[in-house]
């Protein structure tokens, strides 16, 4: 007949062979794999992506702790100005900010005057109509012998005057401010003039400020 069937022992060593072939479910020792990839959900069991990690009990899961992202910046040159009248960007010290995020912005700016009695003003700048805006200013000026002199302000452009600071070298200016944003994106940056006019004041480079976007 065109078809027909023949028991396994009719044929030569076919059951010994069969024997060897393993079966449809079966395992493989690690160190067999040489190649390729292994699928995520092989490894653990929740979802994998670029928020999460392995754990040691074989879970996927998000990381420990904030999520709040920082951001650095290191003034590279000097900045300087004579205005007593307009204010100028503190160069390199911007941060970029998105429209509705809420922020924590923080600068130690080094300032320069050309005469013991020139003082500075700081100010912060930012995206226009921000939600609320709160920012202080601590620095040193000559009147209080060096002593710590702190200013407060609730609106972008509005400078808090250092008086003159009685030293021609580097003094630690600290800016900081807490805002949350409008539906503005644009740039979050300390802003400073002369409190006389004529007499430069420079922000020196080595001035550093961070960010933090509070999420």
């Keep these: 007949a065109s078809t ?5 022992g009719d044929i ?5 062979v069969l024997s060897t072939k ?5 395992t493989h020792d690690a160190s067999h794999i040489t190649g390729g990839t292994i699928a995520t959900a092989r490894l653990g069991s929740g979802g994998a992506d670029g928020t999460t990690f392995l754990r040691g009990d074989s879970t996927w899961a998000a990381p420990a702790g904030s ?31 998105e429209a509705n995020k809420k922020y924590w912005a923080r600068w130690m700016l080094f300032i320069l005057t050309a005469a013991t009695t020139t003082g500075v003003a700081l100010a912060v700048n930012g995206p226009a109509s921000p939600a609320t805006l709160y920012a202080w200013f601590d620095g040193h000026n000559a009147s209080a012998n060096f002593a710590l002199s702190r200013g407060a302000r609730t609106a972008y452009e509005n400078p808090n005057v250092f008086g003159g600071m009685g030293a021609t070298t580097g003094i630690p200016h600290i800016v900081e401010c807490v805002v949350s944003n ?34």
């Design 4 to 8: 027909h069937a023949h028991a396994t």
């Design 12 to 16: 030569t060593n076919f059951a010994a």
């Design 22 to 26: 393993a079966t449809e479910s079966h």
């Design 67 to 97: 999520s709040n992202q920082i951001t650095f910046a290191w003034k590279t040159t000097d900045t300087v100005s004579s205005s007593n009248t307009v204010l100028s960007d503190a160069d390199g010290l911007g941060f970029a900010i």
């Design 182 to 215: 409008g539906s503005n994106a644009g740039t979050l940056i300390p802003r400073f003039r002369s409190e006389v006019s004529g007499s430069a004041v420079t922000v020196k480079g080595g001035s550093v400020g961070q960010l933090i976007e509070i999420v």
